[in-house]
């Protein structure tokens, strides 16, 4: 019986080492990409387009898809586009399967992973217009000294204000809060019975802006050191803290709704700080509220916003990457930029549409305005991880304790950051 | 298992009625054994050498670019100190106090819901059986969107709950673990020194200590609902074969109800309650499809278990070796809750000294038939 | 346990016991009143399992904004065809519903068919590897869904099979608990029959497509109902295996649907229209097998 037993052992292992042989052998679902092209040349040939997008809802979609009809029947190259329910996982098992879409929107945070597994073709440097965007977005996408991706538009954070309920609490434009104590008064007084003055996210991509008042940030400039327990950041998320408890702030969660725009168009706050894309939401959700903007307050440092931008992103693995950089050129042509910040709101990334941009927006002029002061979002291989991990602490800052959670992150941050 | 011939016959034996059986056998179980091994036994290889490896999620793991790491992935989730450690020990936690109530509670309400429905009786059985049940039929995306809008701050929970006077919290955005709650009701606000500077896997003792979240407890109260169905039909099944006769002979006795139960019923259920236990744990310890669906981890990761880790981590993150690590451990964990259960429930000798008063009586029953 | 074993002999010898017709006697009241709220906490635990599909159902008629304000009340104040026109015609609903459809047709039947023919190779068929076979199918039991995740994934892009109705389908196409299922069930099929056929010269096959087969319906019902459970409610599969919104079922749709996009608000109604369509399949072949289910000590586990 034992030999039995042992030559039904051998044969099952050997049938399994088999097939894994053969698995290995007949890879054919696997592109074995062998690291970013040594040559400029672009893949061509007939295949349609995928353009993958992280839609922020119907208005985004439609306008993309209109975009990108009408360069379809011009260019005769049939384009589809995807709007993603979930982008970043999307993307990561597109290219592990080795059919990722041919355009797509990259994250700042993402940039660096994809540049560095060679996901993603860097073709910034072959882009007509590449002098025309603004340098901060170029530093943005340039991943050691390669101009990777197009920004494709960039938004800032700003104070939006109800201006129903502000003129119905007694404000009048001289109120507009210009500093951290004149925001907490004003909110104080906006704040009622199921309605609070002021509500955010509860995440690092609006509570940044209160930091950068203060003159703290997260990372340092370039990128090379992790700056987050720094008092300034302390004082930052105890101010928030603070109006968090005495419930004038509030996180929009905390008050039903699924974002600042929600919140906002709901009514449940008088103020919000979001940033451009809340145009197309509320026009969309709530067109009957009538609001303004007006640049954030200045903190203790101050003045501070964030600036969010995301580039288009081309894959390594796209067979017909020329049509590719023809549609990206065309997508952030002047015209097609202002197409877009009418349909849902962010600002042209190429600054020669600024001028039209602002004639167009009178009343968006402090979104434009924030750009000279604001921060983006670290690019650090990371620290996507970092953040979720910081917001999710965040979440609890109401009874929490920023010194203690700006040290997690610090530590978190030293991994990632510097090597 | 033939009536025929009783010879061992080597299979695939020379002529006679049985020839061609041996082929017919292989062809016939042939498609469970090519995708039984291609989609469970291969794959179960392959992720476990990408778990030794530093594949980056792009082109075949088994091609020549990719190299083994031996256990460097293991350890970044176990002793690295950094973040994956800190995230896998958050998601063990959440899931290990999740698998503490749900199987308890799973176990006791199927197991009474199977009692009173199986009282002798009842008009109506089908129904409340039906009732009962119906939840495990349904799939958990749809349970899950249900469960969305039934705790969501205004829905239906909140209302009952206004009802009788109650301040229902925000159920799926509240972070807070519920132990904390109560030891915050209590006055234990912050933690005391000796717990919050031990640490196992990047989370202080004291965190791990929380119990679960409110948004956890939310989903915890879902697997309740959804899988007492099931179990209470293993149950009444288990009561119809054990039949009535040691319980009436107890009642006779004079045993109470209670006692009746606890002391007769509950022993002759063992083998089904040793499969509900571990299917509750094997189930529970993979909960993955409400978190994808629900929470996605939310709030502050107190939803988040170590099977959507696994996943995010591979598919969200890339860290494709770090989620198969993350996955074998899970495993292993199965394995070692469902070892320990069964010795736990084993069936144990009974103690001498309980059983001497039985020894006694049948002794002397003995020697009366005897002397008689 | 004198008594016990007393009460055994004597019940031995008395033989089986008599049942008296049911007689109408008044009960105690003490019987009475527990009768009553054995009853009254039957009736409370089924209301508390029912109502949520009661109000599913309900706030799937309501508007967005009174399906906030107003969440408990089984009778919207407006019944609107809102969420239900927006589901079917500007959503991909309907190709889910296909989508799924299709997968749980064909899952089924090839389980059934697959699944049936192992259970009687390895019950009644001799032949070498037989009980390596067996201990494979036991061992791939044990494997908890949760490792085979990024596996799978990795398995299909390698066979090239990955974002395709082969990749769907292909690996749910046989479940090891099926095949206990069915070898327990031809175990237990007295073998005059079969002999008699060998003898008459029938091939296995013959012998197990014309005779055992059709001898093996409840067992059969019972994978059918298993295997349109387990694949209608399937979602981590479907997960891994496919990336394209054509290939989108039922359930990874209506999951995208809960984690929602910003700026749409909650949208209960079109979300839980969604999760109750999703549910009437299933619901159907639960109720019209009902007694079936019911009856199998089996029954359908639920991770």
């Given at each position: 019986m034992k030999r039995h037993t042992a030559v039904r052992l051998l044969g099952v292992g050997a049938l399994a080492t088999t097939a894994a042989l053969t698995l290995a052998a007949c890879?054919?679902?696997?592109?074995?990409?062998?690291?970013?092209?040594?040559?400029d040349d672009l893949t061509s040939s007939d295949d349609a387009l995928t353009v993958m997008i992280g839609s922020s809802g119907e208005a985004e979609t439609a306008a993309v898809e209109e975009a990108i009809a009408a360069w379809s029947a011009e260019s005769g190259v049939d384009a589809e586009v995807l709007a993603a329910t979930n982008l970043s996982q999307e993307l990561a098992q597109g290219f592990a399967a080795g059919?990722?879409?041919?355009l797509f929107y990259l994250s700042t945070d993402q940039l660096a992973g994809f540049v560095d597994n060679g996901s993603v073709r860097a073709y910034g440097d072959l882009?007509?217009?590449?002098?025309?965007?603004y340098p901060s977005l170029v530093s943005n996408f340039t991943v050691d000294g390669e101009f990777v991706c197009a920004p494709k538009d960039f938004s800032t954070l700003a104070l939006v204000i109800n201006t129903t309920l502000w003129e119905a609490a007694g404000?009048?434009?001289?109120?507009?809060?210009?500093t951290w104590d004149e925001l907490a008064s004003v909110a104080q007084t906006l704040t009622t019975d199921g309605r609070v003055g002021l509500a955010f996210g509860a995440e690092y991509q609006r509570l940044g802006a209160f930091m950068a008042q203060a003159g703290?940030?997260?990372?340092s400039a370039d990128g090379?050191?992790?700056?987050?327990?720094?008092p300034e950041n302390v004082e930052a998320l105890t101010y928030v803290k603070d109006h968090l408890a005495d419930g004038t702030f509030a996180f929009a969660a905390d008050i039903g709704a699924g974002w600042g725009g929600e919140a906002f168009g709901k009514e449940l706050a008088a103020m919000v700080v979001e940033g451009n894309w809340i145009t197309g939401g509320l026009a969309a959700d709530f067109p009957d509220v009538e609001y303004t903007v007006a640049q954030l307050p200045e903190g203790p440092a101050g003045p501070g916003t964030m600036q969010f931008t995301n580039c288009w992103g081309m894959a390594s693995?796209?067979?017909n990457q020329e049509a590719v950089l023809d549609l990206v050129e065309y997508l952030t042509s002047t015209d097609q930029q202002l197409a877009f910040s009418e349909a849902f709101g962010p600002m042209p990334?190429?600054?020669?549409a600024a001028a039209d941009w602002e004639a167009a927006n009178p009343e968006l002029a402090a979104f434009l305005a924030g750009s000279d002061y604001a921060i983006g979002m670290p690019t650090n291989i990371g620290i996507t991880e970092v953040i979720t991990d910081f917001n999710a602490q965040l979440e609890s800052l109401a009874t929490g304790d920023p010194q203690q959670m700006l040290e997690s992150v610090q530590t978190n941050l030293e991994a990632v950051v510097g090597g | 298992m033939t009536a025929t011939v009783h010879t061992p016959r080597r299979a695939g034996?020379?002529?006679?009625?049985?020839?061609?059986e041996g082929v017919a056998g292989w062809l016939f179980t042939l498609p469970i054994i090519v995708i039984l091994g291609l989609f469970l036994f291969v794959p179960v290889l392959m992720a476990l050498w990408v778990s030794f490896s530093?594949?980056?999620?792009?082109?075949?793991?088994?091609?020549?670019?990719v190299s083994f790491v031996g256990l460097q992935n293991y350890a970044a989730i176990t002793?690295?100190?950094?973040l994956p450690e800190r995230n896998f020990g958050l998601a063990l936690r959440n899931n290990a106090w999740y698998v503490l109530l749900v199987v308890p509670l799973q176990t006791a309400l199927s197991l009474f819901l199977a009692v009173l429905v199986s009282?002798?009786?009842?008009?109506g059985r089908g129904f409340f059986r039906t009732a009962f049940y119906?939840?495990?039929?349904?799939?958990s995306v749809a349970i899950t969107v249900l469960w969305l809008f039934l705790f969501s701050t205004t829905g239906v929970v909140n209302e009952v709950l206004s009802w009788i006077g109650l301040n229902g919290p925000n159920w799926f955005n509240e972070p807070r673990g519920i132990l904390h709650l109560a030891l915050a009701g209590l006055g234990v606000d912050a933690a005391p020194q000796s717990l919050a500077s031990g640490s196992f896997l990047g989370v202080t003792w004291w965190d791990w200590l929380a119990g679960p979240s409110v948004a956890m407890t939310a989903l915890i109260l879902m697997a309740v609902f959804t899988t007492s169905g099931t179990f209470m039909l293993l149950f009444i099944a288990a009561l119809q074969n054990i039949g009535g006769e040691l319980s009436e002979a107890a009642m006779m006795d004079g045993a109470n109800g209670w006692q009746r139960f606890w002391r007769i019923t509950l022993p002759q259920l063992r083998p089904t309650l040793f499969t509900v236990i571990t299917l509750g744990l094997i189930g529970c310890w993979q909960v993955f499809d409400q978190i994808y669906t629900g929470?996605?981890?939310a709030p502050g990761k107190t939803t988040m278990t170590p099977a959507y880790l696994s996943y995010t981590s591979a598919?969200?993150?890339?860290q494709w070796g770090i989620g198969a690590a993350i996955s074998f451990i899970l495993f292993l964990i199965i394995i070692v809750f469902t070892i320990f259960q069964r010795w736990v429930l084993r069936e144990r000798a009974v103690s001498r000294r309980r059983r001497r008063p039985y020894e006694q009586a049948i002794a002397a029953a003995a020697s009366r038939r005897a002397a008689s | 346990m004198t008594s016990t074993t007393a009460l055994t002999d004597e019940a031995v010898q008395a033989g089986p016991p008599v049942t008296l017709p049911p007689r109408r006697r008044r009960l105690p009241p003490a019987r009475i009143v527990g009768q009553v709220l054995l009853y009254a906490l039957l009736i409370v635990i089924a209301i508390i399992y029912i109502f949520p599909f009661l109000v599913q159902v309900s706030t799937s008629f309501k508007t967005d904004a009174e399906a906030t304000s107003d969440?408990?009340?089984?009778?919207?104040?407006t019944v609107t065809f809102a969420a239900y026109e927006r589901l079917f015609t500007r959503s991909d609903f309907p190709l889910w519903f296909a989508n799924s459809a299709v997968v749980t047709v064909l899952v089924t039947l090839g389980r059934v068919f697959f699944v049936s023919l192992a259970g009687y190779a390895l019950a009644r068929l001799r032949f070498r590897g037989r009980t390596v076979i067996f201990a494979m199918v036991v061992a791939v039991m044990a494997v908890p869904t949760v490792v085979l995740l990024i596996p799978k994934f990795l398995v299909l892009n390698q066979l090239g099979m990955y974002d395709s109705y082969a990749g769907m389908i292909i690996p749910l196409l046989v479940d090891a608990a099926g095949v206990f299922i069915m070898k327990n069930f031809f175990e237990s099929i007295p073998p005059s029959v079969e002999e008699q056929a060998r003898i008459d010269g029938a091939g296995a096959f013959r012998i197990f497509w014309s005779i055992v087969l059709p001898m093996a319906r409840p067992a059969l019902v019972t994978i059918v109902i298993l295997s349109f459970q387990g694949s209608w409610n399937e979602l981590s599969h479907f997960i891994v295996s496919t990336q394209s919104p054509?290939?989108?079922?039922l359930t990874k749709g209506v999951a995208g649907l809960a984690s929602g996009q910003l700026?749409?608000?909650?949208?209960y109604p079109l979300k839980l229209a969604a999760a109750a369509i999703m549910t009437i399949p299933v619901a159907v072949l639960f109720f019209i097998f009902q007694k079936r289910i019911m009856n199998t000590s089996e029954g359908a586990v639920k991770g």
């Open positions: 890879g054919q679902g696997f592109d074995d990409g062998g690291g970013s092209d040594a040559s059919s990722p879409p041919d882009l007509d217009n590449k002098d025309d965007f404000l009048t434009d001289a109120d507009i809060p210009t703290g940030r997260l990372v090379t050191e992790a700056v987050a327990d720094s693995d796209s067979p990334s190429i600054e020669s | 034996s020379r002529g006679g009625l049985r020839r061609g530093d594949w980056s999620g792009r082109g075949s793991p088994l091609s020549s670019n002793t690295d100190g950094g009282r002798a009786a009842l008009r119906f939840p495990s039929v349904t799939s929470t996605q981890g598919f969200t993150d890339q | 969440a408990v009340s089984l009778i919207p104040s054509e290939l989108t079922t700026s749409q608000g909650n949208q």
